[in-house]
Structures are given as C-alpha cells and as structure tokens.
C-alpha cells in the first residue's frame, strides 16, 4: 500500500472501507501481548493490553481490519469475535495509512498509532516478538470464548470503558486456566508440577504470588493519582475503583466486575457485581453481598454516603445515606420494626414505601431505601430500623 499524505486521504480511505458490504464497526478492539503455556502447548495463559478501544476509535479499527485483509488474514464479521496474528505486512499497511499523524503521535494523541509505531519499533529488533502479539475484535457482547476477549472485557471494566454489571463473562471462568503467578507472569501448573524437582535443585524455582484464574488488578491498571491500595492482593482484574478510593489491608476485598463510582474507604468486602456509591464507608471486614452469596442473585448497590458498620453483612441495594451499625446483617428476609414515628420520617424521603399493619418489614421492603439507619435494639432484643440522623463524611485529606 502507498503512504497515506493527507489527513483527507485518510478519511476518504476510512469511509471506504466501512463502506464495504459486510463490513461491521466492532465494539472493542485492541492488540495485546499473549503469555503462552511453558509445556509449548500452544495454549494461551495471559494477554496484556497496552491500550484498548471499546466503543470508540472506529476509523483506527477500519485501518487494522483492512491491514489484516492485506496481510492475508480473513475476518468472519458474523462471529462475535475474532482473534489474528500480527505480521510484518499487516504492520506496515498501518503505518503507511497512519502516515499523516505518525509525527503528531505523541503524549495522549493517537494512541492506536503510537502503538503500532512502537510494536515497529519492537518487532525491528527481534522478529520473534511478532509470535506474542494478537489484534482481537469483539463485534458482540456475547459469552466470552477466548482468553483474549476475556481480558479485554475485564480491561473495559477496569478502566471504566464499560460500566461495571453492564458486560457478558458468562463462561469466563471456563476460558481463564487456572495459574501460578510470580508476579506478572503466569505459570502452567502441570509444567510447574513436571519441572519441580529440577527447578527446586538449581534454585530457579520461582516465587508464587498466587494461583488464580484471574491476576491483580494492579498487575494491568495504573491507578487515579489519589487513589490507595494498601496490599496488591486486595484487588481482582476486572474491578473498577473510581478516583479517591482507598483500598486498606486486613479484611478488605474488591473481586472483579465489582467497585466504587466516587471516593469510597474500603475496609470489608465488595463481592463480584456489588457498587459502592461516592462517599461511602465499607467498615473493617464488613461485608457486601454477590450474586451467589445470599442476594437472591440480584446484584448489590450501595448508595452514596452510606457506612457499613464493621463486621456487619448487607445482602440488599441500599439507598443514600444509610447507615447499618456493626455486625448487623441486612438480608432479604431479615425482619426490622420501624417504629411509626421513625416510619413517617423515612418515609418523607421514600415516598413509595408502603405501611406495614405490625410495623414490621423484611429486608426487601426497604431494598434500595434511603436515609435509613439499621440498628440492634439490645433493650427489646429486636432488629430495628430508624430514620438516620447523620450524614456520613469521608476525610477529604486521605481521598
């Protein structure tokens, strides 16, 4: 393919090629660097991306599509995604097409062209770099059938590209081998289990951090400048934490498809699904409800400005403003009276909450429910819930 000179031409040559009969936009796309298995089974362990595109860039993904054709590389648009190795042509046929901001791609411009200019770059000075890159599109949100599409998913998420619940991992279990990592890097366990002895006698064995389908989030995501996270294994792939939280050691646990959507202090559990609203406090081993763990598999919300008291269980969406003391559990059918004095004023912030004749409601009657205060009267030995009278503030200096 001839240099691309102008701007324009790249924009006719886009136009042109989206054009084509079968041609589909794809929902994400990106190329990444894949571990392989040790035993040289072929078999995928890992894949890092140094950038991803989800519902954006469609003129680089035209470009990159095209490079694949002229590289010898068929696409089936009809699948819901599509995984190709990167060659030489395929790497030149960008460059020539990027031609125009080759020399404008720096810092935060261009970074589909940044990246092929340093896989250039790479692949120039060892050709056998080219086995461990793959271009992947997702053209449908569909099960996952690929490590590849697994982990660009679990990026989208991460990096908030993708709202956190609002992706398919069904099966992504069943994709991800299970691993050992020494840091970064994936062990296949049957070649670990095979080489054991050799490895141990010549002191080669490697140090394992875990052994897990999914690695760290810190192993892929650079985080907000003032966001925390006190110990590394706190946090899975996948999960998003919104500027401003605090991830402290002990208790706490963040798993993946799970998060925060402002500053939040995090000291108990968010299990997988669960979202944790601005201004909140997950108390010291608190705990928050997954879709498999007691929620009538429906996924958790926490509102804002609500603090989970330490040591409690909340297994409901709670609204703003909301307080559950201390090892209080707050589950579907756990029963609470509310006083009628105390009903009247959640109610004026509730106004779809309905009377109960005994003054009793279960859990789920106040699903979603703000400015409620879950509390143990010690006196009449009974769970109770009242109006909360305290906003909740987080310390603006450690968010």
Known sequence: MQAINTKEEFGALVKKLQSQNEYKQPLGFGICRVDMAQSGNGKVLHAVYPLINWN??????AIFI??????????????????????????????????PFLDEAVGEAHKNVQLIKLIDAITQKSK???????????????????????????????????????LNLSGA??????????????????????NEMELKLTNNYPEITSVDKFPRYLQHIIPADNTRILDASKVRMGAHLAAGTTVMPGASYINFNAGTTGPVMVEGRISSSAIVGEGSDVGGGASILGVLSGTDGNPVTIGKNTLLGANSVTGIPLGDGCIVDAGIAVLAG?????PDASFGMIAEVNPTLKKSPDGFYKGR???????????????????????????????????
């Open 365 to 399: 009657d106040l699903a979603g429910a703000n400015g409620v205060h879950f509390r143990y009267d010690s006196v009449k030995s009974q769970l109770i819930a009242l109006r909360s009278k305290r906003e909740v503030k987080l310390n603006a200096e450690l968010h």
């Open 128 to 166: 056998e770099a080219l086995n461990y890159y793959k271009i992947v599109f997702i053209f449908e949100d569909k099960e996952p059938k690929s490590v590849e599409s697994v982990y660009m998913k679990l990026y989208a998420l991460s990096l908030g590209k993708a709202p956190l619940r609002s």
């Open 173 to 194: 279990f069943g994709v991800l081998p299970n691993v050992a990592w020494s840091g970064n890097v994936p062990i296949e366990l049957a070649w670990l289990r095979a």
């Open 334 to 338: 756990t029963k609470f009276h509310i």
């Open 56 to 61: 954006e860039n469609f003129g680089s993904a």
């Open 66 to 99: 095209a490079a694949l054709e002229a590289s010898g590389e068929n696409i089936d648009f009809s699948k819901s995604e599509s995984i190709h190795g990167v060659n030489e042509k395929f790497i030149q046929f960008a460059l020539a097409a990027f031609n």
